[in-house]
T-cell receptor
Framework: QQQVKQSPQSLIVQKGGISIINCAYENTAFDYFPWYQQFPGKGPALLIAIRPDVSEKKEGRFTISFNKSAKQFSLHIMDSQPGDSATYFC??????????FGAGTTVTVRA | DAGVIQSPRHEVTEMGQEVTLRCKPISGHNSLFWYRQTMMRGLELLIY????????DSGMPEDRFSAKMPNASFSTLKIQPSEPRDSAVYFC?????????????FGQGTRLTVV
């Protein structure tokens, strides 16, 4: 059973648009919420991460919004570029234990 | 650092054969993970090692799968006998436990095809 539920499965956005990916979790003990980006033929790589003591974290065009009471977090990609076309995974972690990954969202940015 | 190194990158084998996948974690990392990725099931954690000791192998699908970590710089995932449904991309990842939650670094993966 997946501990982190991710949606949508895929999305298409025009260049310059905003991509939004949502994740929800059940385990309130999770204390670390990373997003990974994966290009075809490559392993996932950390994109941005947040801890539950903050509600938002921004790095360049990528922003995580975190709602602790709703047990939800989301990734916003602003000014989406064709190079952002990839699969994005949300994940959650408790302490130094294993990462639980969402099912992944394939983002396609049309030029 | 060269990152997490996996070998082979691609493996094609016949059903019933033994397959061994190899992983060299990043030097100094003391946590190692084996994941399997398929279209149907996404990224599944198979097994997790801490300081070379298996901590959680609940994701290992069945007894045909086994994993070892004889030292801090090497791990193997073995499938014996292999079956077509084992076809997937297998990733190894490593992480340092120091400093609380830290980034898990993934290798390039091994694409396994069992025919």
């Amino acid at each position: 059973q997946q501990q982190v539920k991710q949606s949508p499965q895929s999305l298409i956005v025009q260049k310059g648009g905003i991509s939004i990916i949502n994740c929800a979790y059940e385990n309130t003990a999770f204390d670390y919420f990373p997003w990974y980006q994966q290009f075809p033929g490559k392993g996932p790589a950390l994109l941005i991460a947040i801890r539950p003591d903050v509600s938002e974290k921004k790095e360049g065009r990528f922003t995580i919004s975190f709602n602790k009471s709703a047990k939800q977090f989301s990734l916003h990609i602003m000014d989406s570029q064709p190079g952002d076309s990839a699969t994005y995974f949300c994940a959650a972690n408790k302490g130094d234990y294993k990462l639980s990954f969402g099912a992944g969202t394939t983002v396609t940015v049309r030029a | 650092d060269a990152g997490v190194i996996q070998s082979p990158r691609h493996e094609v084998t016949e059903m019933g054969q033994e397959v061994t996948l190899r992983c060299k974690p990043i030097s100094g990392h003391n946590s190692l993970f084996w994941y399997r990725q398929t279209m149907m099931r996404g990224l599944e954690l198979l097994i997790y090692f801490n300081n070379n000791v298996p901590i959680d192998d609940s994701g290992m699908p069945e007894d045909r799968f086994s994993a070892k970590m004889p030292n801090a710089s090497f791990s193997t995932l073995k499938i014996q006998p292999s079956e077509p449904r084992d076809s997937a991309v297998y990733f190894c990842a490593s992480r340092s436990r120091t400093g609380g939650n830290t980034e898990a670094f993934f290798g390039q993966g091994t694409r396994l095809t069992v025919v």
